[in-house]
């Protein structure tokens, strides 16, 4: 949809400097921006493509005005701030509301007038889809699940059974929310099958990402909270709790009953194990694995960072002689005593 400039300031609360009636009608780099395109600096290192751009309008700081030659919206937020008025100018038009023939819908069900249901969905018994809803080509919304209003279930989907989804949610194509949890009990014959018989409880604002899994609870509910975002292929297993706003990339994995508290990062590949407790405000970087409680806020790292191969195996070499040199180092000292 096209704005003009005037129109987003207003809307965001923005300064605008330049011409209020250009409008814009899509978003682009900096490097590639035309005439009527959006974009943003926040990064010292593209200077010179900040300079050299011919976009409708840059958001930027207050600054970084001095070296625009176009039209500014000025914000001490511009990622944010960008994200915002992308997500107006590229919003498309909402899906007729209505049930596709192919969908199949449970006598059951509950579907708001104004929700979409896709061609090959299905909504499963109880489930309850709320207004403007969107259900996706091939998703499944089982037994008594929840969709509150505005939530988008992409195309293959799936909500198990008794999942509660808060309202504005996300669920990207190829997504399990709801299946059972890893519980198995070992007896002398083998692995015995731990019924999962908890819930999924999403709060508000939410999106999670394709391919992605969250278990249900075993006992009790998984729950997520308010604003969290998990990107594609996360594991997030039965019984976790996440706190509001808290993110994390690719491969993250949080096992069982694990407790992550609100806006923590986990950066990709990073996890826990189960059990544990992270609590606010807590940043763990890329293939960090955190094995025991986090009490304060701040930044945890434990991967090792990539190296030529000749040096790895030579610091991996030292590494395994390390108990052997930090004994003589203590019977040294003994010694001297």
């Known amino acids: ?124 018994g109880n489930a309850i889809i709320g207004a403007r809803v969107v259900v996706g080509a091939g998703a499944y919304v089982g037994e008594d699940c929840v969709v509150a209003a505005d939530c988008t279930i992409m195309p293959n989907a799936v909500l198990s059974r008794a999942v509660k989804l808060g309202e504005r949610c996300i669920i990207h194509p190829g997504a399990v929310i709801g299946s059972d949890g890893f519980g198995n009990a070992m007896s002398s014959e083998g692995w015995v099958k731990v019924p999962q018989v908890g819930n999924v409880q999403i709060g508000n604002d939410v999106e999670i990402g394709a391919n992605t899994t969250v278990d249900c609870g075993a006992i009790g509910d998984t729950v997520i909270g308010n604003g969290v975002r998990i990107d594609n292929l996360c594991m997030i297993a039965h019984n976790v709790k996440i706190g509001d706003h808290t993110a994390m990339a690719a491969m993250t994995g949080i096992a069982g009953s694990a407790v992550i508290g609100s806006r923590c990062m986990f950066a990709g590949q990073s996890g826990t194990v189960g059990h544990i407790s992270v609590c606010d405000d807590v940043v763990v970087t890329g293939q960090t694995m955190i094995t025991k409680d986090i009490r304060e806020p701040g930044t945890y790292s434990a991967g090792w960072a990539g190296e030529r191969t000749g040096d790895w195996a030579k610091n991996v070499a030292r590494f395994k002689r390390l108990k052997s040199l930090i004994d003589r180092v203590a019977k040294l000292e003994k010694d001297r005593q």
């Open 1 to 124: 949809m096209a704005y003009t400039l005037g129109e987003l300031a207003e809307r965001f609360d923005c300064e605008l400097r330049g011409d209020a009636t250009i409008r814009v009608e899509g978003i682009d780099s900096l490097a590639n921006a035309g005439e009527s395109s959006l974009t943003f600096f926040s990064n010292p290192a593209l200077i010179n493509e900040l300079k050299a751009t011919q976009a409708a309008a840059v958001i930027l700081r207050e600054q970084d005005v001095a070296d625009c030659p176009v039209a500014c919206i000025v914000t001490k937020e511009p990622y944010a701030t960008y994200a915002r008025m992308a997500g107006l100018v590229t919003a498309k038009p909402a899906p007729d509301p209505g049930v596709h023939a192919s969908a199949a819908v449970s006598d059951e069900a509950t579907v708001d007038p104004a929700a979409t249901i896709a061609a090959n969905a299905v909504v499963d």
